[in-house]
T-cell receptor, first 120, second 111 residues
Framework: GAVVSQHPSWVICKSGTSVKIECRSL??????MFWYRQFPKQSLMLMAT?????????EQGVEKDKFLINHASLTLSTLTVTSAHPEDSSFYIC????????????????FGPGTRLTVT | GIQVEQSPPDLILQEGANSTLRCNFS?????LQWFHQNPWGQLINLFY???GTKQNGRLSATTVATERYSLLYISSSQTTDSGVYFC?????????????FGKGTTLSVSS
């Protein structure tokens, strides 16, 4: 259980175009989803937190008009990188948290496999 | 926000050796997870361990929340254990907030 998928797994796009990344929780309802980015040889940096049906909360320094996040349902969140530039090339990882299990609430986070974005 | 320090930053082992990775954090936590990131970038959940001790095969972890640290033990290391190990806690009282990642320990196991 607790599987999170991402699509696409990798994408190459031209500078100035937009790219949408999907994150799905396959077997549980995710009240909260998180988006991280990771540059080579570095750690994961939190970009934003999204709760189903409400606006995402962005971390300091992350442009909300550039990284559009939509959490339309309890199983789907999308990240759209608008007007992508080469410096946006990175590994984007989503994570989902489902608070309820048969044994009670849990704050465990489950991670998707990541999306590697290359902007040329 | 919470500060997370992992040590050592790099570790080189011979196959069969044991190792201990440490994670210190600056605030009280209600969640702490250890991950192994494989060469393709996938984060593998190792432990969900806000407190206490857990074991899974050759791996075990201990979190002493009152002293704000966690340890990951790897015994009889294998070449497939190579990769980056991340510790990620969440601050207590903030249930809807994200895990914050340390910088990781890069482990290289040679045969």
């Amino acid at each position: 259980g607790a599987v999170v998928s991402q699509h696409p797994s990798w994408v190459i796009c031209k500078s100035g175009t937009s790219v949408k990344i999907e994150c799905r929780s396959l077997d549980f309802q995710a009240t909260t989803m998180f988006w991280y980015r990771q540059f080579p040889k570095q750690s994961l940096m939190l970009m934003a937190t999204s709760n189903e049906g409400s606006k995402a909360t962005y971390e300091q320094g992350v442009e909300k008009d550039k990284f559009l996040i939509n959490h339309a349902s309890l199983t789907l969140s999308t990240l759209t990188v608008t007007s992508a530039h080469p410096e946006d090339s990175s590994f984007y990882i989503c994570s989902a948290m489902g608070l309820k299990t048969r044994r009670g609430p849990t704050y465990e986070q489950y991670f998707g496999p990541g999306t590697r974005l290359t902007v040329t | 926000g919470i500060q997370v320090e992992q040590s050592p930053p790099d570790l080189i082992l011979q196959e069969g050796a044991n190792s201990t990775l440490r994670c210190n954090f600056s605030d009280s936590v209600n969640n702490l997870q250890w991950f192994h990131q494989n060469p393709w970038g996938q984060l593998i959940n190792l432990f969900y361990i806000p407190s206490g001790t857990k074991q899974n095969g050759r791996l075990s972890a201990t979190t002493v929340a009152t002293e704000r640290y966690s340890l990951l033990y790897i015994s009889s290391s294998q070449t497939t254990d190579s990769g980056v190990y991340f510790c990620a806690p969440r601050t207590i009282g903030q249930a809807g907030t994200a895990l914050i990642f340390g910088k990781g320990t890069t482990l290289s196991v040679s045969s």
